[in-house]
């Protein structure tokens, strides 16, 4: 093999523009493609990668490998702890296995970027060639304003990305052609393979991409009236396969445009692409303002703020047990399944960085190290959307009620019972805020906090700031 093509957060064969453009070469000069994927645990675990995000990376690279080998393409593993060691790593391998072409999907944060740019620095030295294909985004290209330069609101963002979209091939590229007989099955085995819900989110490309046509069939039409509330299964929970890359978000676009036709709608009113396009929204914030990698806040100002950081408060959010049902039940949910509902995830960052008034980048770092679809821009979107320190970020007067959330978008309380159930006898109308004798019979805390006066600190912490 004379090109290589190396897969990272895009672990799939489908509408993967390195492997198809690398395979498209490779057959017009009858030479085979190889595929690499580097495994650099350490470097994870300093991202603050969860276990679960790890263990379905080690799955879906299982998978992946036996899907390539039905195609005659060899998939190679360079073990290699951290980023720093990947330029000497790669060039052996390459070097060893004559390696002439080296493709690569570019990878958006800033750490990533030095890494790749390290690699192929190296790489040149010894006259290999890199080829750099687009980043895992629907619309790939820089997404500017008239004046060039880049969208900070995401409302105009999603007009101008959507008026590019219109003018891009939005077929998704297919899967490379099979180049030889198949190879034996490979069997892999990663000592740094982690346990994780595989009963939610089995490692498999087949099935994500199954649910997403069965979504986009069944639930698609309804998401905008049913995706607040979660107790529903009303969203895609296709997040952790998007992040890791088993599926394209081309490949969604794919399916929402479909469904839209058949039903006679507009695919460019779907809800649910406006969700994917918040997902570039974030992911093109990053590369433009780099220094929101470097733990910084999108509104220096917001520098100013001191935060309480209580610890006890701390360990009680990360356990759920604060005393506020609906975010004990969110919290647990997503430390049993590595997963949180969007409006949950709002509404515990709310909780987080108002009413306990705790740093916003503590939150996200334990955010990160549980989610099993941690992905950096939208995670750090999230929670600095939530601390109204970001770009395009909440008023910071809004802050969530958190009894008032769970009132509306968990009325009959059944979501709570389902991850408090020392909860599960009372009513729906207590169970949202339970009385002390009700806490003391379910063994169940007292509030952290008090919602008023916490709610008013936050606001007048905030007002300070203003003229800075
Ligand atoms: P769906 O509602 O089906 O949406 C489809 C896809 O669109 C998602 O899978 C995701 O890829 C993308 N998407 C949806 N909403 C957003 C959004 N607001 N920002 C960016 N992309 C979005 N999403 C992550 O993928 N990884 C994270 O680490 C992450 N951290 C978050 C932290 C906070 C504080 C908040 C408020 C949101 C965070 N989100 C994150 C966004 C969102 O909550 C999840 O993408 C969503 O809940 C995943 O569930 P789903 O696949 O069912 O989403």
Same mark, same amino acid.
């Given at each position: 093999i004379e090109h290589l093509v190396w897969l990272r957060n895009?672990?799939?064969?489908?509408?993967?523009?390195? &492997?198809?453009?690398?395979?498209?070469?490779?057959? $017009?000069?009858?030479?085979?493609? *190889?595929?690499?994927?580097? !495994?650099?645990?350490?470097q994870w675990s300093e991202h603050n990668e969860s276990d679960a995000k790890t263990g379905l990376r080690a799955g879906l690279i299982k998978t992946l490998a036996k899907t390539l080998a039905a195609l005659g393409i060899p998939?190679?593993?360079?073990?290699?702890?951290?980023?720093?060691?990947?330029?000497?790593?790669?060039?052996?391998?390459c070097l060893d296995h004559g390696i002439k072409h080296l493709w690569f999907n570019r990878d958006l944060p800033i750490h990533e970027q030095q890494r790749d740019h390290s690699v192929c620095e190296q790489l040149h030295k010894h006259q290999i060639k890199t080829?750099? &294909?687009?980043?895992?985004?629907?619309?790939?290209? $820089?997404?500017?304003?008239?004046? *060039?330069?880049?969208?900070? !609101?995401?409302?105009?963002?999603?007009?101008?990305?959507?008026?590019?979209?219109?003018?891009?091939?939005?077929t998704p590229l297919p899967a490379p052609e099979s180049q030889a007989d198949p190879l034996p099955?490979?069997?892999l085995n990663f000592t740094w393979e982690k346990p994780f819900r595989e009963d939610l989110w089995p490692a498999d490309h087949d099935i994500a991409k199954?649910?997403?046509?069965?979504?986009?069939h069944h639930k698609e039409r309804h998401y905008q009236e049913s995706r607040d509330y979660p107790v529903q299964p009303a969203t895609s929970t296709l997040s952790p396969y998007l992040a890791l890359g088993a599926l394209g978000p081309r490949q969604c676009l794919e399916a929402i445009i479909y469904t839209c036709n058949q039903e006679?709608?507009?695919?460019?009113?779907?809800?649910?692409?406006?969700?994917?396009?918040?997902?570039?929204?974030?992911?093109?914030?990053?590369?433009?303002?780099?220094?929101?990698s470097m733990s910084r806040p999108f509104k220096q100002e917001t520098n100013a703020l001191l935060w309480r950081n209580n610890e006890a408060e701390f360990t009680a959010w990360c356990e759920g047990k604060t005393g506020f049902p609906i975010i004990d039940a969110a919290m647990r949910q997503l430390n049993q399944t590595g997963w949180m509902h969007n409006r949950l995830r709002m509404v515990t960052a709310s909780f987080f960085t108002k009413l306990l008034f705790a740093d916003?980048?503590?939150?996200?770092?334990?955010?990160?190290?549980?989610?099993?679809?941690?992905?950096?821009?939208?995670?750090?979107?999230?929670?600095?959307?939530?601390?109204?320190?970001g770009c395009d970020a909440a008023p910071y007067f809004r802050v969530f009620n958190p009894t008032r959330q769970s009132q509306t978008y968990d009325k009959s309380g059944d979501f709570i019972k389902r991850f408090v159930p020392e909860l599960a006898t009372l009513d729906a109308k207590s169970i949202h805020n339970p009385s002390p004798e009700q806490r003391k019979q379910c063994?169940?805390?007292?509030?952290?906090?008090?919602?008023?006066?916490?709610?008013?600190?936050?606001?007048?912490?905030?007002?300070?700031?203003?003229?800075?």
């Open positions: 895009d672990l799939r064969c489908l509408d993967n523009p390195a &492997l198809h453009s690398a395979s498209l070469e490779a057959n $017009a000069l009858n030479r085979g493609i *190889g595929v690499v994927v580097t !495994v650099t645990p350490t998939l190679h593993i360079i073990n290699a702890e951290t980023f720093d060691a990947l330029p000497d790593a790669m060039t052996a391998f080829h750099t &294909l687009s980043a895992d985004l629907i619309v790939p290209q $820089a997404v500017f304003s008239q004046q *060039g330069t880049p969208f900070k !609101v995401f409302t105009p963002f999603f007009k101008r990305w959507l008026t590019l979209l219109a003018q891009q091939d939005i099955e490979p069997s199954q649910k997403l046509w069965l979504f986009c006679e709608r507009r695919w460019q009113d779907s809800i649910w692409l406006k969700e994917l396009a918040w997902r570039d929204f974030y992911r093109q914030l990053m590369e433009h303002f780099p220094f929101l916003w980048r503590k939150g996200e770092a334990y955010f990160m190290s549980q989610l099993i679809d941690g992905e950096f821009a939208a995670n750090n979107g999230g929670w600095q959307w939530s601390a109204s320190t063994g169940y805390p007292e509030p952290v906090i008090d919602y008023k006066p916490a709610r008013l600190a936050a606001i007048a912490a905030f007002d300070e700031l203003k003229g800075r």
